[in-house]
């Protein structure tokens, strides 16, 4: 069997960052705003508003210059994804990158005993976008609190309920 979605470690991936430069996104009939990502670089990034049949959220898709088969999506579930390191980086390793903001985004009071259950279905809202796509492969990638809501996700998205 073939999995189109694997879980990548945030610390393995930060290994084959090297330095970066700006990446151009294309666009049609999407908006197009330049973001600084807080490490010095700035690039641009599509808007997205994603809204299907598992949730509304927000999303920034960083495209590479030469189109590919493979997709991240980067996570936290209440930090803003947006913008945030490695989006940029990656991209212009190649790679198209989703950062997405959870329905629960800047809202600190919440923790995760309360929250990751109905987050997963963000997320699985932002991987169906890259399949949507034609993405083949689509990794996730989770920074701090995103590395266990990407886990549980996947785990039930391979073993269902027999996850809990």
Do not use: C
Not at 5 to 14: G, R
Not at 43 to 61: K, T, V, W, Y
Not at 72 to 78: E, F, L, N
């Amino acid at each position: 069997m073939r999995r189109t979605i694997a879980t990548l470690s945030f610390s393995f991936l930060t290994l084959l960052i090297a330095q970066a430069l700006t990446v151009t996104a294309q666009t049609a009939n999407r908006s197009v705003a330049t973001r600084s990502s807080g490490f010095g670089r700035t690039s641009e990034a599509i808007f997205l508003r994603i809204q299907n049949q598992f949730s509304n959220i927000e999303g920034a898709l960083y495209l590479p210059t030469q189109p590919g088969k493979v997709a991240i999506v980067t996570a936290h579930p209440w930090g803003d994804s947006l913008a945030g390191f490695p989006n940029a980086e990656l991209a212009e390793k190649g790679v198209a990158v989703l950062g997405f903001n959870t329905h629960a985004v800047n809202n600190d009071d919440l923790g995760p005993d309360k929250i990751f259950e109905p987050l997963m279905l963000d997320v699985a809202a932002a991987v169906q976008e890259m399949k949507n796509r034609g993405y083949a492969k689509v990794f996730l990638l989770g920074g701090s609190a995103g590395g266990p809501l990407i886990s549980l996700y996947q785990n039930v998205a391979e073993n269902g309920n027999a996850a809990f």
